[in-house]
């Protein structure tokens, strides 16, 4: 066995005798660790921002995307808003316990359905060091073992605030093991994690499409696979068209460097003439660079909004940036077709005061969220009142859409009897 593949199994070995005796902490004694884990963040700010400054530079230096490295970034504002949201998980109900069913059969015997910890849970992600504190504290408050495998380009900034918050939980009820930074920054050390079956008991990717891929193709642990995000807006001809130019703003503008910003809108070809001005001047005053067909070419040439013309790939993109595809389309159903071919199944909205068109439009279409008149940007776990996020889910066995706390579960059956026997 390898140093690292060694390292690796260690810290799983780890995490797995944690996990027996954070399975039987009570809710207060979990709430308590997670309160003290805020309060560290903040003390600590000053030396998080530190290691995190080192990452941007590198970055920086490595001529990374902005949007990347905004999703990187780390400031006073940004830990404030994360401790708050172990804030928030602290207050949310705990799952674990949680009878889904019960009831009694006919032979008299009881039967629980309970909701229990997954155990050891491995998540392995990109860049977003926020995502650091927010799979601690979930998997925390599920009564589930962490061990976390960010990006190399953040490790600086992750090994920081693993060391914070550890250093935290050394001063309350739950096993400082509970949150652990997995060994290594190589592919191969995050090989290692992704087959430690008997160990780690299911694996959750965030972040882009070649890492999504990569651990659901590679792993021998159960994958919980969490989704890219090609998301559209749908304005219909039943739209209120000053409340369509604000969602549609606001879907792709409000953060760009997120999965629930809109990537493509869509326009019915009723309202085009009137709506396309509005829209393009909008987009014009918010920098936004128009990907789109010869109807949106047109509109924009008018107002001045930079523009170029709309490929394959561009259907298909998650931009990260200040880019939106577009196009006229000639009905509902045509806006259907072309979502249900280019979507990546995380989020979709639609624009309309016609319930007929509303009802057709949610039910015409297979992705994990769909927003009717609001923006993209609420399919989010904080947005949605779950407390902060795992991850939004775009399959369909066990968790789909954002991921909270009981998605951190699995179940026990109880099954009480009195002497009985099966005949």
Same mark, same amino acid.
């Given at each position: 066995?390898?140093?690292?593949?060694?390292?690796?199994?260690?810290?799983?070995?780890?995490?797995?005798?944690?996990?027996?005796?954070?399975?039987?902490?009570?809710?207060?004694?979990?709430?308590?660790?997670?309160?003290?884990?805020?309060?560290?963040?903040?003390?600590?700010?000053?030396?998080?921002?530190?290691?995190?400054?080192?990452?941007?530079?590198?970055?920086?230096?490595?001529?990374?995307?902005?949007?990347?490295?905004?999703?990187?970034?780390?400031?006073?504002?940004?830990?404030?808003?994360?401790?708050?949201?172990?804030?928030?998980?602290?207050?949310?109900?705990? $799952?674990?316990?949680?009878?889904?069913?019960?009831?009694?059969?006919?032979?008299?015997?009881?039967?629980?359905?309970?909701?229990?910890?997954? +155990?050891?849970?491995?998540?392995?992600?990109?860049?977003?060091?926020?995502?650091?504190?927010?799979?601690?504290?979930?998997?925390?408050?599920?009564?589930?073992?962490?061990?976390?495998? %960010?990006? &190399?380009?953040?490790?600086?900034?992750?090994?920081?605030?693993?060391?914070?918050?550890?250093?935290?939980?050394?001063?309350?009820?739950? $096993?400082?093991?509970?949150?652990?930074?997995?060994?290594?920054?190589?592919?191969?050390?995050? /090989?290692?994690?992704?087959?430690?079956?008997?160990?780690?008991?299911?694996?959750?990717?965030?972040?882009?499409?070649?890492?999504?891929?990569?651990?659901?193709?590679?792993?021998?642990?159960?994958?919980?696979?969490?989704?890219?995000?090609?998301?559209?807006?749908?304005?219909?001809?039943?739209?209120?068209?000053?409340?369509?130019?604000?969602?549609?703003?606001?879907?792709?503008?409000?953060?760009?460097?997120?999965?629930?910003?809109?990537?493509?809108?869509?326009?019915?070809?009723?309202?085009?003439?009137?709506?396309?001005?509005?829209?393009?001047?909008?987009? /014009?005053?918010?920098?936004?660079?128009?990907? +789109?067909?010869?109807?949106?070419?047109?509109?924009?040439?008018?107002?001045?909004?930079?523009?170029?013309?709309?490929?394959?790939?561009?259907?298909?993109?998650?931009?990260?940036?200040?880019?939106?595809?577009?196009?006229?389309?000639?009905?509902?159903?045509?806006?259907?077709?072309?979502?249900?071919?280019?979507?990546?199944?995380?989020?979709?909205?639609?624009?309309?005061?016609?319930?007929?068109?509303?009802?057709?439009?949610? &039910?015409?279409?297979?992705?994990?969220?769909?927003?009717?008149?609001?923006?993209?940007?609420?399919?989010?776990?904080?947005?949605?009142?779950? %407390?902060?996020?795992?991850?939004?889910?775009?399959?369909?066995?066990?968790?789909?859409?954002?991921?909270?706390?009981?998605?951190?579960?699995?179940?026990?059956?109880?099954?009480?009897?009195? +002497?009985?026997?099966?005949?």
């Amino acid at each position: 066995m390898s140093d690292e593949r060694e390292a690796v199994i260690h810290a799983a070995r780890a995490a797995r005798i944690a996990a027996a005796d954070l399975a039987i902490c009570t809710r207060a004694q979990k709430d308590a660790a997670l309160n003290a884990m805020a309060d560290a963040l903040v003390t600590h700010s000053g030396i998080i921002i530190e290691a995190n400054s080192r990452d941007i530079s590198s970055a920086v230096a490595a001529g990374t995307d902005p949007a990347i490295i905004d999703r990187l970034t780390l400031n006073a504002e940004r830990i404030l808003a994360v401790a708050d949201a172990l804030r928030t998980v602290a207050d949310l109900p705990d $799952p674990v316990g949680e009878v889904v069913r019960g009831y009694t059969l006919p032979n008299g015997l009881e039967v629980r359905q309970l909701r229990v910890p997954m +155990g050891v849970i491995a998540m392995i992600y990109e860049a977003r060091p926020n995502v650091t504190v927010d799979a601690a504290g979930l998997s925390l408050k599920s009564g589930n073992c962490v061990l976390l495998r %960010g990006s &190399s380009s953040a490790h600086n900034t992750n090994s920081e605030l693993v060391a914070v918050m550890r250093n935290a939980l050394s001063e309350t009820d739950v $096993p400082v093991d509970a949150i652990q930074l997995a060994p290594g920054t190589t592919h191969e050390a995050a /090989k290692h994690l992704m087959t430690a079956r008997g160990l780690v008991d299911v694996v959750i990717p965030r972040g882009g499409a070649g890492l999504i891929e990569t651990v659901v193709t590679q792993s021998t642990v159960p994958v919980i696979e969490t989704g890219v995000g090609n998301c559209h807006v749908y304005v219909d001809e039943a739209a209120d068209l000053n409340m369509a130019v604000d969602i549609v703003i606001n879907s792709k503008t409000q953060r760009t460097s997120v999965c629930n910003t809109a990537e493509t809108v869509l326009v019915h070809r009723n309202i085009a003439d009137e709506f396309l001005p509005m829209l393009m001047h909008a987009f /014009k005053d918010a920098g936004v660079t128009v990907h +789109g067909d010869s109807a949106m070419a047109a509109a924009a040439a008018q107002v001045g909004t930079q523009f170029a013309p709309v490929t394959d790939e561009d259907w298909a993109a998650e931009y990260y940036s200040l880019d939106m595809a577009a196009g006229v389309v000639d009905s509902l159903e045509s806006a259907i077709a072309h979502i249900r071919r280019w979507s990546s199944g995380h989020t979709e909205a639609i624009v309309s005061n016609s319930q007929p068109a509303i009802r057709r439009f949610t &039910s015409g279409l297979d992705s994990a969220a769909i927003m009717v008149n609001a923006s993209t940007r609420f399919t989010d776990g904080g947005e949605f009142g779950f %407390g902060a996020e795992i991850g939004i889910s775009t399959q369909k066995l066990h968790a789909r859409g954002p991921m909270g706390l009981p998605e951190l579960t699995t179940t026990t059956y109880i099954v009480t009897g009195n +002497g009985h026997t099966r005949h």
